[in-house]
């Protein structure tokens, strides 16, 4: 089964801190993509990473950063966090095959509270 | 743009009735779809997902959906609710493979 781990279930940091969320596939997955879940608006993708050290921009990528140094580990950066980015944050990973049929499977994701 | 509906933000049903859960997605090009459930304090998980193969697709805990072309539907059904079937789901579409289109969710509730 694939297994996608993130570093925290539930966080609580304050205005203006350094975030790091943080988050590991165990399928070798090229693909790997941050969300941020919010009631009434459903998924909103922030980030993605297609390979190693390469990353594309989401619908929402203001505020946050993302670092892929190893193909197993995607991060999710918020440089100065603020109480807007209060939210559950899910990652997914997926295989690029080469078809449009690659499912993305997600970690339990992390709750962040931003005070 | 690229995008997916899910009609209801909430739905309700009894223990024992008909679950149906609606996804329009807009178009012209069929895209893949998929079903995912989220049960409380936890991630997405793969109900099910059309791939072309057939219309009627038959996913996990007896969820099945049917790709409508015409309709440019992709509801999702199952013949009888239990009660550890309530949750959130979401309908997503994908074209290229990198990115997926979520819908907002219908939350499920199942009334003993």
């Known amino acids: 089964d694939v297994k996608v781990t993130q570093s925290s279930r539930y966080l609580v940091k304050r205005t203006g801190e350094k975030v790091f969320l943080e988050c590991v596939q165990d399928?070798?997955?090229?693909?790997m993509f941050w969300y941020r879940q919010d009631p009434g608006l459903g998924l909103r993708l922030i980030y993605f990473s297609y390979d190693v050290k390469m990353k594309e921009k989401g619908d929402i990528p203001e505020g946050y950063s993302v670092s892929r140094e190893k193909k197993e580990r995607f991060s999710l950066i918020l440089e100065s966090a603020s109480t807007n980015q209060t939210s559950m944050y899910l990652c997914?990973?997926?295989?690029?095959?080469?078809?449009?049929?690659?499912?993305?499977?997600f970690g339990p994701g992390t709750r962040l509270t931003v005070l | 743009a690229q995008s997916v509906t899910q009609l209801g933000s909430h739905v309700s049903v009894s223990e024992g009735a008909l679950v149906l859960l609606r996804c329009n997605y807009s178009s012209s090009v069929p895209p893949y779809l998929f079903w995912y459930v989220q049960y409380p304090n936890q991630g997405l998980q793969l109900l099910l997902k059309y791939t072309s193969a057939a219309t009627l697709v038959k996913g996990i805990n007896g969820f099945e959906a049917e790709f409508k072309k015409s309709e440019t539907s992709f509801h999702l059904t199952k013949p009888s609710a239990h009660m550890s079937d309530a949750a959130e789901y979401f309908c997503a579409v994908s074209y290229t493979g990198n990115q997926f289109y979520f819908g907002t969710g219908t939350s499920l509730t199942v009334i003993p």
């Open positions: 399928m070798d997955h090229e693909n």
């Open positions: 997914a990973s997926s295989s690029n095959s080469g078809t449009s049929t690659d499912t993305q499977y």
